[in-house]
């Protein structure tokens, strides 16, 4: 997905890319990003966790994550190896 940096509203709404308000493509494009959502995180769901959380230290925030990523991996190993 390519960045695209505006410098006023003006110039936004002048981009081609933007569908205009109302257009009736724009539920029927919502239902198919969620679709693809919900078929990317159903096998294994998020891995981000819910919630926010105070760290003392870049370090622990850091560890923190690396924690649930590897979570994740882990859970999508499993998932494949299951699938096999």
Do not use: F, H
């Not at 569908?19 to 078929?39: E, F, H, K, T, Y």
């Not at 159903?42 to 926010?52: H, Q």
């Not at 924690?67 to 190896?81: A, C, I, P, S, T």
């Amino acid at each position: 997905m390519t960045l695209r940096k505006y410098r006023s509203i003006e110039e936004m709404n002048r981009d081609p890319q933007w569908l205009p308000a109302g257009d009736p493509s724009i539920p029927q494009r919502i239902r198919r990003l969620w679709r693809l959502s919900d078929l990317l995180l159903r096998p294994v769901g998020t891995c981000i966790p819910r919630g926010v959380r105070k760290y003392s230290s870049i370090e622990e925030a850091n560890l923190d994550r690396d924690r649930w990523e590897q979570e994740r991996v882990d859970r999508l190993r499993n998932e494949r190896r299951r699938r096999r």
